[in-house]
């Protein structure tokens, strides 16, 4: 089916205040949801809201939970998230960054133990557009984990995405470098599974460890599968380094079996958000930095097909084609959504593609 993004908005935030989301909150999460899916990456679009109703339900997840402050150290901010929804806590506390760099010209900030963050590029994107560089590293854990070490066979990530973001210059939008460290999202084996498809590559390991691209072995079967990490070993240590750095510094934990796992996605996030003009002329920055992208551009490509993209640019040229074409979403995931919806006490007809759902 396909659905425009006001239609599909409107449907996120009833569901959502039907799940017992506050008004401006299921706004925030509805925002953030949409917006992952106007730029390509449904796997962190609507189709969550499934989990986050079973996660509400199993008192796992607390709507209407604000980003609570453990720590003010001047150029160090830390917060807890307290199982709240990730879209919220994660944006209140990057709003705080923000703030406090302007002050202190750089900023470590650390979120603990808040549910699903989404997608992180749009923590990037906060910081990029008021002019800052970010780094942000991110765990997952209160579930069982779902990506197998380099040459492992057996699951011991979570996803573990990276992002930096760097402000825009002159001629070039900005720089959002976004992306898991296995070689798939759990959200995008998801949405291919629930519409009947493979993958090109073989990005998992089916439960015996041999490479597949089916992403059914994530479900199907007496034991599951695992995804696999990105670039061999240097994406081994890549996801590492990511647990490490998002799950101790920000006193939430990792995944380790020690720490007790609920069955929720839980998500810590370790983020530096620097000040560039502490450091250099704005100016000369937003020269420079269209130089350099232009340099990278004016390789050729020897396919035309495949041009030189910025990171970034795919997810700026699929918002613009979604937000006039609408959202293609399977019938079995909007099937999920839909059921969701009706055990919280929506109708039916609230989920046809075109209408009014009030």
């Not at 084996?189 to 998992?204: E, S």
């Not at 909007?334 to 059921?339: L, M, P």
Request: charged letters at 20%; a negative charge.
């Amino acid at each position: 089916m396909r659905i425009s993004q006001h239609r599909l908005n409107s449907i996120a935030r009833t569901l959502l205040q039907q799940a017992g989301c506050g008004e401006q909150e299921a706004e925030c999460v509805a925002d953030h949801l949409v917006a992952a899916n106007l730029k390509g990456h449904d796997s962190h679009g609507v189709g969550m809201l499934p989990d986050y109703v079973e996660f509400i339900q199993q008192g796992i997840m607390h709507p209407n939970t604000p980003a609570r402050l453990v720590r003010d150290g001047g150029a160090v901010l830390q917060f807890s998230g307290d199982r709240g929804f990730g879209q919220r806590t994660g944006k209140e506390a990057m709003q705080a960054a923000i703030e406090r760099v302007k002050s202190t010209g750089v900023c470590l900030m650390t979120l603990s133990t808040t549910c699903h963050l989404g997608r992180i590029g749009t923590y990037g994107e906060m910081a990029a557009q008021a002019g800052l560089v970010s780094i942000h590293f991110v765990n997952v854990n209160d579930l069982p984990p779902l990506v197998a070490p380099w040459c492992g066979r057996e699951a011991r990530f979570g996803t573990n995405p990276i992002c930096i973001a760097f402000p825009a210059g002159e001629k070039h939008p900005v720089f959002i470098l976004d992306f898991a460290t296995s070689m798939v999202a759990l959200g995008k084996a998801r949405v291919a599974w629930l519409a009947g498809k493979t993958f090109d590559d073989d990005v998992l390991l089916d439960s015996d460890g041999q490479p597949t691209a089916d992403p059914s072995v994530m479900w199907e079967g007496d034991k599951p599968g695992a995804l696999r990490p990105i670039a061999k070993h240097k994406g081994g240590g890549l996801i590492l380094a990511a647990e490490l750095l998002a799950g101790i510094l920000s006193g939430g934990g990792t995944i380790q079996p020690g720490n007790e796992r609920k069955g929720a996605i839980v998500n810590n996030m370790t983020t530096l958000v620097i000040d560039p003009s502490a450091l250099v002329s704005m100016a000369w920055l937003q020269k420079e930095y269209d130089a350099m992208l232009d340099y990278v551009q004016s390789s050729a490509a020897p396919d035309p097909q495949q041009p030189i993209l910025i990171a970034g640019e795919p997810e700026r040229q699929r918002r613009r084609e979604r937000g006039q074409q609408g959202i293609v979403i399977s019938d079995a995931e909007w099937e999920r959504i839909s059921a969701a919806g009706i055990s919280l006490g929506m109708r039916r007809e609230q989920f046809t593609p075109d209408g009014d759902v009030g």
